[in-house]
C-alpha cells in the first residue's frame, strides 16, 4: 500500500512539475503576444487610468484621439477612412493594426513610458500615453479615398526612396468607433464583401501582368532579350492555352514590345524556354519572404512546389496567374526596386513615437533587398515609360510627369477580373512616387486602374 502511495505521489509530483516548466516557458517565450492579445483585459483595465496618446497624420493632422469626458472613449475624426491603418480599440472586441501594434507607446507602458508617466505623477500632471506620428498624408489619403469610390480594392502611394506610406486605402472599410462597432460587429462579420480585410496588406490576388516586371529581369538574365518569338495571338504551352487579350497577335516581337502591349504569348512561351530555373529570380524579390512592417501584412507566396511543377505551371507563373498569390504591398515593394536602379525598400508606416520634444521610437529608413542591377533597373524603366506612352498603360499618362507602368488583368476563381496597375512617378523638382492600384473582381480591364494612378499621381506630383 506505501509503494502504491509513493507512486501515486511521485507521478503527481512530476505532473505538477512539467505544468510548471510548461507555464514559464509559456510565460517567457509567449509574453510579448500574450501582452498584446485582445484577450488581455488588463489592457483596458490600465486605460482608465491612463489617457491614450493621440495619432497624427505627417502634417500634425489629428487621425485618433482619447475622449475623457466620455469614459476614455476612442474618437476616430474621419470615420472609416483610416481603419485598415489604425485599427480599432475596443473593450469588447480588443484592438487591431498601429492601435495593437504600437500599443506600448500609446499606453505609456514599458521601462520609457512608465518612467515618464512617475515623473508626471510626481510633478501632480496627468498620466498619459505617448503620441505617434504617421507618414501618412491626410490630403492624399482623403482624395485616394475619393477616386477609389465604392469600388472593391485599394490605393496605395509610397515615397520609392524611403518607404514611407502616403496613402493606403482599403475598401470596403467600416467605421471603428464605438459604440458603433459593437452595434455591427455581427453584420460586419457576415458580410459577403469582407470589410475587416485589409486588402492593401491582407489580401492574396494573383498580380497577372505585372507580374512580367519579374519575368522579364528571368528573360534578360537568360539574354533572351532579344531572341525573336512569333506572337499569332494565342499559343499551347504544355496543353494549355494562352491568349492574348481579344487574341490580338504582335508579329514577330522582342521583350520590349512584348512587355508594352502585355503579350501573354511572348511570356507564357519564354517561361517554358527558361523552365524552372527562371523561377528561380523571383526569389530575389523576397516572394515567400514576411515583411516587416508595422501592421500585419501576408506573405505572397507560390504556392506551387517548384519542383512538381509542369511546363504549363510555369508558363502560368510566368504571366502572373497560376498558384501566384501576392498582396499589394508586395507588389508596391517591387516596383521600389525598379525606381530606385534595383534597391527595394522596407515600407512602413509609424514616423515616431513620443511625448512633447521625447521621442521613444523613430522609424529607420531599411533596405531588405537589391534584386537589381542598376542596368536591369534602367532597361525595365524604360519598358514601363512605353507601357504608359504606347501601350497598355496609356490612360496613366499625366503632362508633365514622367510615369512608368504596368498594367494587370489577372483571372481568378470568378468570371470578373482582378485589375491592376502598378508603377512610379517623378516630377520636374525629383519628386516621386510609387503607386499600386488592384481593383477586387472588377472585371473591366486594367485601363480603369491605370485612369486612377494617373489622377493620384497628378494631384501628388503635379
Not at 475596443?90 to 514599458?110: D, H, P, Q, V
Not at 475587416?196 to 505585372?210: E, I, V
Not at 497560376?322 to 525606381?339: D, H, I, R
Not at 529607420?364 to 506612352?389: D, H, I, R, W, Y
Request: hydrophobic share 35%.
Amino acid at each position: 500500500m506505501n509503494k502504491r502511495i509513493i507512486l501515486l505521489m511521485t507521478f503527481v509530483g512530476v505532473l505538477f512539475m512539467f505544468m510548471a516548466v510548461y507555464l514559464s516557458l509559456f510565460g517567457v517565450l509567449k509574453a510579448d503576444e500574450l501582452e498584446k492579445s485582445v484577450y488581455n483585459q488588463r489592457l483596458y483595465d490600465r486605460e482608465n487610468e491612463i489617457e491614450r496618446g493621440t495619432i497624427y497624420d505627417r502634417n500634425g493632422v489629428v487621425l485618433a484621439h482619447t475622449d475623457l469626458s466620455e469614459g476614455s472613449e476612442r474618437i476616430y475624426p474621419y470615420k472609416d477612412l483610416y481603419t485598415h491603418i489604425i485599427g480599432y480599440n475596443s473593450k469588447m472586441y480588443g484592438k487591431s493594426k498601429i492601435e495593437l501594434s504600437f500599443n506600448e507607446y500609446l499606453a505609456g507602458e514599458g521601462a520609457v513610458g512608465t518612467a515618464i508617466n512617475i515623473a508626471s505623477e510626481a510633478l501632480g500632471e496627468e498620466k498619459k500615453g505617448m503620441d505617434l506620428t504617421l507618414t501618412i498624408d491626410h490630403k492624399l489619403q482623403s482624395y485616394a479615398s475619393d477616386v477609389l469610390g465604392n469600388k472593391k480594392g485599394c490605393v496605395i502611394v509610397m515615397d520609392p526612396e524611403t518607404g514611407k506610406i502616403r496613402a493606403m486605402v482599403s475598401k470596403p472599410t467600416f467605421n471603428p468607433a464605438e459604440p458603433i462597432l459593437s452595434e455591427e460587429w455581427e453584420n460586419l462579420t457576415e458580410r459577403e464583401d469582407s470589410p475587416f480585410l485589409a486588402r492593401a496588406t491582407g489580401g492574396l490576388y494573383a498580380p497577372g501582368s505585372t507580374w512580367k516586371i519579374l519575368t522579364s529581369v528571368a528573360v534578360m538574365r537568360n539574354g533572351l532579350e532579344e531572341e525573336l518569338i512569333k506572337d499569332e495571338g494565342k499559343i499551347l504551352v504544355g496543353g494549355r492555352e494562352y491568349t492574348n487579350s481579344k487574341e490580338k497577335p504582335y508579329g514577330e516581337i522582342t521583350l520590349k514590345e512584348a512587355f508594352y502591349n502585355s503579350s501573354n504569348v511572348y511570356f507564357a512561351k519564354m517561361g517554358s524556354v527558361m523552365g524552372k530555373e527562371g523561377l528561380s529570380d523571383y526569389g530575389d524579390f523576397l516572394l515567400g519572404r514576411e515583411i516587416d512592417f508595422d501592421i500585419p501584412t501576408a506573405t505572397s507566396v507560390l504556392s506551387d512546389k517548384v519542383s512538381k511543377m509542369n511546363e504549363a505551371d510555369i508558363a502560368s507563373t510566368s504571366i502572373g496567374q497560376g498558384k501566384l498569390q501576392v498582396t499589394p504591398l508586395f507588389m508596391t515593394m517591387v516596383a521600389s526596386g525598379v525606381a530606385n536602379g534595383g534597391k527595394m525598400v522596407m515600407p512602413y508606416l509609424v514616423e515616431k513615437a513620443g511625448r512633447g520634444s521625447f521621442v521613444a521610437y523613430e522609424a529607420e529608413e531599411k533596405s531588405p533587398a537589391k534584386p537589381l542591377t542598376a542596368s536591369e533597373a534602367e532597361k525595365l524603366k524604360e519598358m514601363m515609360a512605353l507601357c504608359v506612352s504606347e501601350g497598355t498603360g496609356r490612360n496613366a499618362r499625366v503632362s508633365g510627369l514622367d510615369v512608368c507602368g504596368k498594367t494587370g488583368t489577372a483571372q481568378n476563381e470568378t468570371e470578373k477580373s482582378h485589375d491592376w496597375f502598378l508603377g512610379f512617378a517623378e516630377n520636374k523638382e525629383g519628386e516621386k512616387a510609387v503607386i499600386c492600384v488592384m481593383l477586387e473582381y472588377n472585371g473591366v480591364g486594367s485601363s480603369e486602374a491605370a485612369l486612377m494612378a494617373g489622377r493620384v499621381f497628378s494631384y501628388w506630383l503635379g
